[in-house]
């Protein structure tokens, strides 16, 4: 990320677009939805890799003047989502769905997700 950051002062860029994580910047939290000023405190380490490139963003906002926005979405699935992988929550479960394949939900059910579209 900072070679990222350092590259995007380097050559003038007016905004740094990230793609951070719904979910997992967040800790477990007992009241949905969680709000932007709830605590960051990432469980995982991918979650800790979003919220340590959210504070680089900040960082080099504050020293450089560089502008930036973080979306922090939630799942993403689209038209060009492939059902491969660990990612891809609906695609998979439409693959299997198609291919009149069982689907398998990890869980006593009670879990909840956002789902964010993003087409073409």
Same mark, same amino acid.
């Given at each position: ?7 995007? %002062?380097?050559?003038?860029? #007016?905004r ?14 007992? !009241? /949905? ?9 990432p ?6 890799? %979003?919220?340590?490139?959210? #504070? ?15 979306? !922090? /979405?939630?799942?993403?699935?689209g038209?060009?989502?492939?059902s ?11 693959? #299997?769905?198609?291919?009149?394949e ?10 909840? !997700? ?7």
């Open positions: 990320m900072l070679n990222v950051l350092d590259q995007c %002062k380097k050559h003038g860029v #007016k740094v677009v990230f793609s951070s994580s719904g979910g997992a910047v967040y800790s477990d939290t007992n !009241r /949905l939805p969680a709000k932007e000023s709830d605590p960051i405190s469980l995982t380490p991918y979650g800790v890799s %979003k919220a340590s490139a959210e #504070k680089y963003l900040k960082s080099y906002f504050r020293i450089f003047g560089l502008p930036y926005l973080a979306l !922090r /979405l939630s799942n993403v699935y038209p060009r989502q492939g491969g992988g660990e990612g891809g929550v609906v695609s998979i479960f439409m693959d #299997k769905l198609l291919n009149q069982p689907v398998h939900v990890h869980g006593d059910g009670d879990q909840t !997700r956002d789902y964010v579209f993003v087409g073409v």
